[in-house]
């Protein structure tokens, strides 16, 4: 008895060491892939828990979301000659988990040494053998990364369709400490002719303001004086215009009075012309004669018409004209 119990716990231990060998599990993100006495089974599972015959198949998750593969230390030969290095580039890339199978079967589970890491020192290398340093460090160097993006997807389009690049990041390269001063002088020197530049624009720009200014303020002035000009023109022209009414109603006034006084004296005239009758004549005779206090009558006048100094002349003139009265009365 004890001998069957030593054999079923045997069993028992195996068994149990069996079934956890069949179980494994998937990370998320992760597709598991079979191999069975080494070659690939066409079998594939998501994430999760699963079964395998254990002890003979084994089993490798491989990661189907974004992941960044670093490749280092990248040397590079310019077609100058020199030799630069690159310190890290950064891909970031995915796989399609419909793809997995492929290029697992293709490239291993290991895809990325071969499809990646070996393909950014080869196009890294064909790049730079057609540049010069200057080009690389500098003139191209903000299209490294996305020439190399484009070149990797293109190539893997073609190879390993499912592999997609997101994204590659490149660093500035290590170059010759002689060569680096070079450049670090050169960008001293090309900054310090951006700041004289920028210093004179400044300058140009504060002088054309000023200008601007000055015509602005020339034209506002002007523009004051026009319109000053303009209004004293028009209160000139309104006066003009105020004293030609003025002076056409005086005229005006004048000549209403001018004619006024010539319609008088004509009609005057001609009341007079009309007057001089002899009945008329006689009549201011007898008004006149009527206006005299006395009335002498006789050939002798009375001496009181001889003045004190006894002048013969004046009493005859006086005599004359009362004889005349008389007569006229006669």
Known sequence: MAQWGAIFSIIAALGGAGLLAS???????????????????????????????????????????????????????????????????????????SAVYDIVRNFTADYDKALIFNKVHHELNQFCSVHSLQEVYIGLFDQ?????????????????????I????????????????????????????????????????????????AVIE???VAQVAEIKFGQKV??????????????????????AKADAEFYTAVRAAEANKLKLT?????????KAIASNSKIYFGNDIPQMFVDSAGSSIKASAAMDIVGEQILDLD
């Open 23 to 97: 179980v494994h599990k998937i990370d998320e993100g992760h597709t598991g892939v079979y191999y069975r006495g080494g070659a690939l089974l066409t079998a594939t599972s998501g994430p999760g828990f699963h079964l395998m015959l254990p002890f003979i198949t084994t089993y490798k998750p491989v990661q189907t979301t974004l992941q960044t593969d670093e490749v280092k230390n990248v040397p590079c030969g310019t077609s100058g000659g020199v030799m630069i290095y690159f310190d890290r580039i950064e891909v970031v890339n995915y796989l399609v988990p």
């Open 144 to 164: 490294i990364d996305e020439n190399l993006k484009l070149t990797l997807q293109e190539d893997l389009t073609g190879m390993a369709p499912g592999l997609i």
């Open 166 to 213: 997101q994204a590659v990041r490149v660093t500035k390269p290590n170059i010759p400490e002689s060569i680096r001063r070079n450049y670090e002088l050169m960008e001293s020197e090309k900054t310090k002719l951006l700041i004289s530049q920028q210093t004179q624009k400044v300058v140009e720009k504060e002088a054309e303001t000023e200008r601007i200014k």
């Open 218 to 220: 020339a034209e506002k």
């Open 234 to 255: 028009m209160e000139k022209e309104t006066e003009k215009k105020i004293s030609q009414i003025e002076d056409g109603a005086f005229l005006a006034r004048q000549k």
């Open 278 to 286: 002899p009945e008329y004549l006689q009549l201011m005779k007898f």
